[in-house]
């Protein structure tokens, strides 16, 4: 049985982590740790809100005491750091929150996790502490170049991928230098439910159901490898079960698209969802397009993004034949049931652009 505290779980990718963590290892205690910042929502965590073994607090990841006090309280063994800055636009904006939350924050909880694992030994021999990183850590590819694999060398170009291959470069130094017990994993783009709608797919489907267009940066060449959230979720799972400590693991699905293409297979499954289900159009009167079935006709081409990186893809060689990750869902299944349930979870999105 573990105990995790898992910080970030109030955002799109730790609370999806927590759902799975809930669901397949019911006996184990999960705390989670969020600030509620504009990215977090106590409502991605209504699902398991009533389990006896999990249990949420609002706090900042730079309050190192607040941090260590949970360590020693739920006598935790396994951090798992999803809590970040994560949305490149608004590192271009306004930088200082992603250096102060994704590097001083993870910086917080390397010497919280020190000082209560290896100084005090509170669990000082059955700790892990697992960092979940990004595949722009890597920097931008070309064309005909390989995927990057673990040993590509770091070229981050955003203030955003910066960030992150900071806190990557102090989670390995706290290793190196202290023997702190961390994994990291670097993961592609993923989807699914409870992604906040700034981001593409979810951008897409709630623009879509509001008929406003839908801004493609540049020419919309740009290559993104996508991954189910939950297949994200399975991978850290089986870090942490089976990875080496120490060591870095790729996750990724080898599923590239240029987002271009993206938009407009989401425009060709919302046209097929409203011609397959006549309720949908009484639901969603605004979505004149998709009713119509021509939902592509709100494409528009926008200035692209300052220093927007060309293509991302993952090699995970690695973690396929180390631990046997594999991904659970096509893109064909994993985009099916995120569009269903945007369709079905109205309430959810609306909330959330309540006054945009
Ligand atoms: P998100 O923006 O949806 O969620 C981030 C969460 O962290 C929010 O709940 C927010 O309230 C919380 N948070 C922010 N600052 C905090 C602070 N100082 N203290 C405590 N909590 C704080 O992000 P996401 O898309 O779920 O990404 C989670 C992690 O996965 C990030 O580290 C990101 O870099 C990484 N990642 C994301 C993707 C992706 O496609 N979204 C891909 C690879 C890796």
Same mark, same amino acid.
């Given at each position: 049985?573990?105990?995790?505290?898992?910080?970030? $779980?109030?955002?799109?990718?730790?609370?999806?982590?927590?759902?799975?963590?809930?669901?397949?290892?019911?006996?184990?205690?999960? *705390?989670?740790?969020?600030?509620?910042?504009?990215?977090?929502?106590?409502?991605?965590?209504?699902?398991?809100?009533?389990?006896?073994?999990?249990?949420?607090?609002?706090?900042?990841?730079?309050?190192?005491?607040?941090?260590?006090?949970?360590?020693?309280?739920?006598?935790?063994?396994?951090?798992?750091?999803?809590?970040?800055?994560?949305?490149?636009?608004?590192?271009?904006? $306004?930088?200082?929150?992603?250096?102060?939350?994704?590097?001083?924050?993870?910086?917080?909880?390397?010497?919280?996790?020190?000082?209560?694992?290896?100084?005090?030994?509170?669990?000082?021999?059955?700790?892990?502490?697992?960092?979940?990183?990004?595949?722009?850590?890597?920097?931008?590819?070309?064309?005909?170049? !390989?995927?990057?694999?673990?040993?590509?060398?770091?070229?981050?170009?955003?203030?955003?991928?910066?960030?992150?291959?900071?806190?990557?470069?102090?989670?390995?130094?706290?290793?190196?230098?202290?023997?702190?017990?961390?994994?990291?994993?670097?993961?592609?783009?993923?989807?699914?439910?409870?992604?906040?709608?700034?981001?593409?797919?979810?951008?897409?489907?709630?623009?879509?159901?509001?008929?406003?267009?839908? !801004?493609?940066?540049?020419?919309? &060449?740009?290559?993104?490898?996508?991954?189910?959230?939950?297949?994200?979720?399975?991978?850290?799972?089986?870090?942490?079960?089976? $990875?080496?400590?120490?060591?870095?693991?790729?996750?990724?699905?080898?599923?590239?698209?240029?987002? *271009?293409?993206?938009?407009?297979?989401?425009?060709?499954?919302?046209?097929?969802?409203?011609?397959?289900?006549?309720?949908?159009?009484?639901?969603?009167?605004?979505?004149?397009?998709?009713?119509? =079935?021509?939902?592509?006709?709100?494409?528009?081409?926008?200035?692209?993004?300052? =220093?927007?990186?060309?293509?991302?893809?993952?090699? !995970?060689?690695?973690?396929?034949?180390?631990? =046997?990750? &594999?991904?659970?869902?096509?893109?064909?299944?994993?985009?099916?049931?995120?569009?269903?349930?945007?369709?079905?979870?109205?309430?959810?999105?609306?909330?959330?652009?309540?006054?945009?």
């Amino acid at each position: 049985m573990k105990n995790l505290l898992v910080t970030g $779980g109030a955002g799109f990718i730790g609370a999806n982590f927590v759902h799975y963590w809930i669901k397949n290892y019911p006996q184990d205690t999960v *705390i989670v740790l969020d600030a509620l910042t504009y990215a977090g929502n106590l409502a991605n965590l209504d699902l398991v809100k009533d389990h006896p073994n999990y249990k949420f607090y609002q706090g900042d990841i730079c309050d190192t005491a607040l941090v260590e006090t949970l360590l020693r309280e739920h006598r935790i063994d396994t951090l798992v750091h999803f809590a970040a800055e994560s949305h490149v636009d608004r590192s271009i904006s $306004g930088p200082d929150a992603f250096i102060q939350t994704n590097i001083i924050g993870t910086y917080s909880l390397l010497k919280a996790a020190k000082r209560v694992w290896l100084d005090e030994g509170i669990n000082r021999d059955t700790h892990r502490l697992h960092h979940v990183s990004t595949d722009e850590v890597y920097g931008t590819l070309e064309a005909d170049d !390989p995927a990057f694999s673990e040993s590509t060398p770091y070229a981050p170009n955003s203030p955003y991928s910066a960030s992150k291959a900071a806190s990557d470069h102090l989670v390995r130094a706290y290793h190196h230098t202290y023997g702190l017990e961390v994994t990291t994993s670097n993961c592609s783009n993923n989807y699914g439910p409870f992604h906040f709608p700034e981001k593409l797919i979810p951008l897409v489907i709630t623009n879509i159901l509001r008929d406003l267009s839908l !801004p493609i940066y540049g020419d919309g &060449q740009q290559i993104r490898d996508w991954l189910y959230v939950e297949d994200h979720a399975s991978g850290i799972d089986k870090v942490i079960r089976q $990875g080496n400590i120490g060591e870095c693991y790729n996750i990724g699905g080898i599923n590239e698209w240029a987002n *271009i293409d993206i938009v407009k297979l989401v425009c060709k499954l919302m046209n097929e969802q409203f011609a397959k289900q006549s309720s949908l159009a009484a639901q969603y009167p605004l979505a004149k397009s998709a009713i119509a =079935g021509n939902s592509e006709k709100l494409i528009s081409f926008v200035e692209d993004r300052a =220093g927007h990186d060309r293509r991302y893809a993952i090699d !995970p060689t690695k973690s396929n034949k180390e631990l =046997g990750y &594999q991904p659970h869902e096509s893109f064909e299944t994993g985009i099916q049931k995120t569009i269903e349930w945007y369709l079905d979870n109205p309430v959810w999105w609306q909330e959330l652009l309540k006054g945009n």
